[in-house]
């Protein structure tokens, strides 16, 4: 895509809607990217008791079943009115923090997720992201329409670019459902589903509690019933029990190209099962709440004042008539990344089970642990796909054949695939980790793009991709801008670009970068300001070379 092109349709984007301010001691920590759509965005937490609680598979650990789900926990991203919100102690909007509570010990899941002490770990993101917050209103009122075009009038004084508000009819909001990688959690993603959710989307960000996060807390409902018809011990204070994330046995590192034994295929089959019974018990909470039953969620919301991981302003202040009827849940879009993108393949290929996803988006899959077309189903994929992928994922071939095995899949089955990969990109540059963390990225994984970059492109190419695939109804009132990346010259796979494929020992987890000392040296001497940064909004390439260009590749439709 030349760079033309980009800043003539980044001249046309219209005005990104309020955000709320920083406040002096969010600026001293690593600080999130404000959202470029016309609508302001709002944040919900909810967490509620599942209607069956249960266990997946055999597969234990310290005598218990390892799988089991007893509640749901998702953050709802979505176009808000910024003029009504929660409000914090000074008056100001309350913002939730990245870091999901409670802080310290979610730093120690990590660094066990790592295997590192947690000590320094802990030390290091309470220096950086502590207090990083999300630049969204919390529990604010849902916004009242489409920001809609206004027709030019006669007189020309009216802007084909104007927002506008359409009287007492209120429209609804198309949903997407996000489901996070191995490590991730509801707020990972935070900067990919709130630019989606300012373009007019319901984003629900997942935090799955199979044992692929790096650590999660479940609130015990108050009933106390959990999974294999177990009860609480009403003499144990603690109300919560926490999931760590569940390494394979003797083969702790089978997400790597070169594990000897492969991917542990019974517990990722299973965690893929669970996550798709989240997924169900998540879809059941929007029902409620679009058909004006907002008021239960809110009497059920473990995730409030007093309970782990909670904010102390729960669900306080949500206008649930707002939401009403303002659901688009017909023609819903699964999205993942990394396992979450093995996730979203297979519930796209699960017609009957889940009637209401139209359409999937993998960011990065891991083709490996995604299951075989009738594996865990005798359904075949046969809705529209798009995969997005990193620079450093296309080198490692057993996973990017697998991807186009599933592209042909869809292909197969008589619908339009679209298979691209963002050049000079790492498996984490569409996460906020490479935002939070740019130079880290680019020190030890040789990330090339600048990750806001390749944020807008992978969004860009998302609601480009949706707005083929939604019906005219749903997309008329769009209020984005149509860059044509999905047209990027089609490359066939003789033509895949080598000059940054990694040695076999750092395949998928780094780029290679060609006289890196010297190039480091040279860009030290010559850096610009920090304003460069900022033109992910206007659609500019970033600095380096040709890296965050897109390529297509024959496995395209």
């Known amino acids: 895509m030349e760079n033309e092109k980009s800043q003539k349709s980044g001249s046309q984007r219209r005005q990104p809607g309020p955000r709320p301010p920083r406040e002096f001691k969010e600026r001293l920590f690593h600080t999130l990217p404000d959202y470029a759509g016309p609508y302001s965005v709002g944040m919900m937490e909810i967490e509620v008791p599942v209607r069956e609680p249960r266990t997946f598979s055999r597969i234990k650990r310290n005598h218990m079943h390892a799988l089991r789900m007893d509640t749901v926990l998702f953050s709802i991203f979505y176009p808000c009115d910024a003029s009504s919100y929660a409000s914090n102690e000074r008056g100001k909007p309350s913002k939730a923090t990245w870091l999901p509570r409670p802080r310290a010990l979610t730093s120690k899941g990590y660094a066990k997720f790592f295997s590192v002490p947690h000590s320094p770990v802990t030390a290091y993101i309470a220096a950086t992201t502590m207090f990083t917050k999300l630049p969204a209103f919390r529990n604010a009122k849902l916004a009242g329409n489409h920001a809609g075009t206004t027709p030019r009038s006669s007189s020309g004084t009216c802007s084909q670019d104007t927002l506008t508000e359409s009287g007492d009819d209120k429209s609804g909001f198309p949903v997407i459902f996000f489901s996070h990688g191995l490590g991730g959690s509801r707020t990972c993603y935070s ?6 959710a300012s373009n007019g989307f319901v984003i629900v960000a997942m935090e799955h509690r199979d044992g692929s996060g790096a650590r999660s807390y479940v609130n015990i409902p108050p009933s106390g019933k959990l999974a294999a018809g177990s009860e609480t011990d009403n003499t144990d204070s603690r109300r919560y029990y926490k999931v760590d994330y569940i390494f394979p046995r003797d083969n702790a590192l089978d997400t790597s190209p070169h594990s000897a034994h492969g991917v542990d295929t019974e517990l990722r089959h299973a965690q ?127 996973n990017f054949e697998r991807l186009s095995d599933i592209a042909k899949e869809a292909r197969d089955g008589g619908a339009h695939c679209w298979m691209m990969t963002i050049k000079g990109s790492t498996h984490l540059s569409q996460t906020d980790f490479a935002i939070l963390y740019p130079h880290w990225m680019s020190l030890f994984m040789k990330t090339m793009v600048n990750p806001r970059r390749a944020v807008y492109l992978t969004v860009n190419s998302s609601l480009e991709f949706l707005s083929r695939i939604l019906p005219s109804e749903i997309t008329s009132q769009k209020v984005w801008i149509d860059e044509g990346i999905l047209q990027t010259k089609m490359l066939i796979a003789e033509e895949l670009p080598r000059e940054y494929r990694p040695d076999d020992r750092w395949m998928a987890s780094r780029l290679r970068i060609p006289n890196e000392l010297r190039l480091r040296i040279a860009h030290w001497f010559r850096r610009k300001p920090k304003a460069e940064f900022c033109a992910w909004k206007r659609g500019l390439d970033a600095p380096q070379s040709n890296a965050g260009r897109t390529t297509k590749f024959s496995g395209a439709r």
Request: glycine share 12%; with cysteine; net charge negative.
């Open 191 to 196: 900067t990919i589903c709130g630019e989606l």
């Open 272 to 398: 893929i099962q669970m996550r798709m019974s989240e997924i169900e018990e998540a879809y059941y909470v929007l029902e409620l709440i679009n058909n004006g039953q907002g008021d239960l969620i809110y009497q059920n919301n473990l995730r409030k004042k007093g309970n782990v991981g909670s904010s102390s302003k729960g669900l306080e202040g949500v206008d649930w008539a707002e939401w009403e009827g303002r659901l688009l849940l017909g023609n819903v879009t699964a999205m993942g990344h990394s396992f979450g993108g093995a996730t979203t393949v297979e519930i796209a290929r699960e017609s009957e089970r889940f009637p209401y996803i139209s359409q999937g988006i993998i960011l990065d899959a891991w083709g490996q642990a995604t299951p075989q077309a009738g594996e865990l189903t005798h359904q075949s994929l046969r809705k529209p796909l798009l995969a997005i992928n990193s620079e450093a994922f296309m080198h490692w071939s057993e």
